[in-house]
């Protein structure tokens, strides 16, 4: 932590836009927006352990008030803390089917918002950390009209901001502008984010692999065999690697960029005429790959980069590798070899 040169995030965005004279002061707005919903979402996260005495999702609470599930409240919480910014055309979100219009009584911005409002909600009553995660793009359609789905379809290598939030035993953000990485905790005391992670950068190589093993079966035999190679003793290879699985990715990303290693989450070939991928390429896999590859390291889904990935719905699903630059290359060797992602 070095968060004693007090610099907060607001400062670290104004200090941002001053390196863009050209800029209008819109993303920063919209930055601001984000920290603000993050700092309210802190709020409902820390008071989840209370809803046994305060109301469970769905039924009256305490006041006769019907509670609201987590994600639902963080999906609100975002979208009310933009709508009326002037920033966005358009919103995506993993809590909602379709795109997201901007009112009509609020002015349409030029920039697109997608967002997972909280990753990993299914471990909330186990305490387990939860994120926020979002990718902004530039629209690609005529500015002062409304947005469109086209200016949410756009790959993961335009993204203009992205970056998540993780609510842990401190609350985090971490973005990125294309120019590096940069993180900051909130300090609750105060109310104020501030920069205690700058330049983040992963280590190269690691020793830590985090994937669902309970998949292995169902797993490519190029997956298999590499997850094989992580598990077998071998002292020059520096293996096996210790397994990390909290099933929150944007804990388990979190933790990779922090100490290296790889984050996977595989196709699923359980039906082989019918592969499945979990993980959402707008608003899940891109903006945690582009942070990821933003401090040195790489992402794939197999075949090529996450970030060259071009979506054609909202909600699209990828395979996705994503840690150290070694592990993804050593990856790539494997599923090269056994030619399958
Ligand atoms: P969610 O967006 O519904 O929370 O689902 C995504 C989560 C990821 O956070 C996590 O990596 C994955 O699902 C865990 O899945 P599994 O339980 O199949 O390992
Ligand atoms: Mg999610």
Redesign the pocket.
Known sequence: MNSSRGITIERHFIDQQELHPEASGELTRLLHQLAFAAKMITKEVRSAGLSDILGEAGHMNVQGEVVQKLDEISNDVIYRSMDHAGVLCCMAS?ERDEMIAIPKEFRCGKYTLAF?P?????NIDANVNVGTIFSIHKRVTPEGTPGQVEDLLQPGRKQVVAGYIVYGSSTMMVYTTGHGVNGFTLDPTIGEFLLSHPNMKIPPRGKYFSV?M??RHFWSEGVRRYVDHLTTPNKELGTPYSLR?I????A?VHRTLLYGGIFM?PMDYKDPQNPKS???LLY?AAPMSMVVEQAGGLSTNGRMSILDVQPKGLHDRVPLFVGSKEEITDLNHFIEKYNVI
Do not use: T
């Open positions: 993993e997972d909280l990753d990993g909600s299914s669902n309970g998949n699985y099933g929150s990715m944007i388990d989450y979990k993980l959402r899940e």
